[in-house]
Nanobody, 124 residues
Framework: QVQVVESGGGSVEAGGSLKVSCVVSERIFNRCGMGWYRRAPGKERTLGDLVSSIRPDGTVHYADSVKDRFTISQDNARSTLFLQMNNLKTEDTAKYYC???????????????WGQGTQVTVSS
């Protein structure tokens, strides 16, 4: 299966910024809708909350909790997905994963394996 590799997390104080990245196989990048999920501590076995997504046609979506603070983008040449996170809050603390989104999630050509995620910790 296709692997994804996340990076760029870290620890910041509230109000700070971080940018996380995810390298995705060309086989699914641009073909399948992709997004950033986050799993709060203690919820590592759940799918998590979809924070932001981008569809193959370029349509982007943000959860209300991150709207106007987070920006999703992609580098097609490097098959890389980014999430710029500004004005971080303590409640943004979570492990962030990138993955395929519904409805592509069930498409055989979009099957992938979850990466290890990247930890984002925001302190007050």
């Amino acid at each position: 299966q296709v692997q994804v590799v996340e990076s760029g997390g870290g620890s910041v104080e509230a109000g700070g910024s971080l940018k996380v990245s995810c390298v995705v196989s060309e086989r699914i990048f641009n073909r399948c809708g992709m997004g950033w999920y986050r799993r709060a501590p203690g919820k590592e076995r759940t799918l998590g909350d979809l924070v932001s997504s981008i569809r193959p046609d370029g349509t982007v979506h943000y959860a209300d909790s991150v709207k106007d603070r987070f920006t999703i983008s992609q580098d097609n040449a490097r098959s890389t997905l980014f999430l710029q996170m500004n004005n971080l809050k303590t409640e943004d603390t979570a492990k962030y994963y990138c993955g395929v989104i519904v409805p592509w999630y069930s498409a055989p050509e979009c099957h992938f394996s979850w990466g290890q995620g990247t930890q984002v910790t925001v302190s007050s």
